[in-house]
């Protein structure tokens, strides 16, 4: 080719490009004014303000995150892991839920586990504060479902109905975790981690078996321990911190019942027919509870029970829990 052609070609692909970035800059200057200034490598970061929380009352605001701190990426002795789902009152500070789940980064698990807490509560919250996984698309749409059926008359743009926040910033539910763990989520993982030691070495992953026994008794001991430490947290009296600006040393549960004693109001909306709703929202997710919840295949856990039952139905405790195990394992490898 020709040298002037080649430079025609390349003066004109250069100004065709220069076209399509000025039009590309334009757009994104358009859309988000200040996304230059944000992405500057030079720019130095901003600090971020710090406050003290605020809210106007009850269900105003529930957080929701998941806890994986025994998952199987944290254990490391194979495919088996418990994941927790927990969500928390913004202003009294009741844990309103929390429960064991297979898998935290299902979207319908998350949706269900939402779903159960209206039903349980009778109320729907007027907002969701998560940390921004795509687990809770589900759950969103959800809740955006019921804040249009039963608070048509509160504007999203006003009193936004979901909310995604940095993991970070999640501040109530985060902590929250922190607060598992130095009341019985160390004793649990350690327990768990027993296996580990080479003159134990319990649990095998290479064997269906073994993994099917321990999605059918750790769950169990985990999801009782959460139970014990919901308890314990929404009757316990914090500390009292004198520049708190929500309710401050008293029982979250006394707080929560009791809103108007604190200067809080009740924020939830309670709908006669929302069970009946709630059963609609459920028949248009992908996969049932039932299977959501499922650790084990139903043949299994008849089996199990039925082997649990034969050792009389031990209690399953965190300090009992390999001693469980091993006692059904000897019995169930014989049933094979």
């Known amino acids: ?80 892991g418990i994941v927790i789902y927990g969500m928390k009152c913004h202003s009294s500070g009741l844990i309103v839920a929390e429960q064991v789940v297979p898998n935290s980064q299902c979207e319908h ?110 769950p169990k001991i985990a999801q009782k321990s959460v139970l014990e430490f919901k308890e314990y947290w929404n009757h316990h009296r914090p500390r009292r911190q004198h520049d708190k600006i929500l309710p401050s040393g008293e029982f979250p549960i006394k707080v929560f019942k009791f809103p108007d004693n604190y200067g809080l109001k009740h924020c939830a909306s309670a709908k006669p027919g929302c069970w009946e709703v709630v059963q609609h929202l459920r028949g248009t997710l992908d996969k049932t509870k039932e299977e959501c919840f499922r650790w084990v295949s139903d043949e299994f856990d008849v089996q199990a029970q039925v082997v649990y039952e034969e050792l009389g139905s031990p209690e399953l405790k965190i300090v009992s829990g390999w001693s469980v195990f091993c006692s059904m394992l000897a019995i169930l490898k014989d049933m094979d």
Not at 163 to 190: F, H, Q
Request: hydrophobic fraction near 35%; glycine fraction near 6%; include cysteine.
């Open 1 to 80: 080719m020709p040298t002037h052609r080649v430079n025609r070609y390349l003066h004109q692909s250069f100004h065709s490009r220069f076209k399509l970035f000025k039009t590309v800059r334009e757009i994104m200057l358009l859309n988000d004014p200040d996304g230059f200034d944000i992405r500057n490598p030079s720019r130095k970061p901003v600090v971020r303000c710090k406050g003290h929380l605020t809210g106007a009352g009850v269900f105003q605001e529930i957080h929701c995150d998941g806890h994986e701190k025994i998952s199987s990426k944290a254990l490391q002795i194979g495919a088996v």
């Open 109 to 218: 698990t998350i949706a269900h586990r939402y779903l159960d807490m209206v039903e349980a509560y009778g109320e729907i919250p007027l907002q969701l504060t998560v940390d921004g996984g795509n687990e809770t698309g589900q759950m969103c749409a959800c809740h955006i479902a019921l804040r249009q059926i039963y608070t048509p008359d509160l504007p999203f743009d006003q009193v936004p109905a979901f909310v995604a926040l940095k993991s970070s910033d999640n501040v109530p539910i985060e902590s929250s975790w922190s607060n598992m763990r130095d009341y019985n989520g160390r004793d649990l993982k350690t327990a768990i981690l027993l296996t580990k030691d080479s003159d134990k070495q319990y649990f095998n992953p290479m064997d269906p078996l073994h993994v099917n026994l321990f999605n059918w008794v750790w």
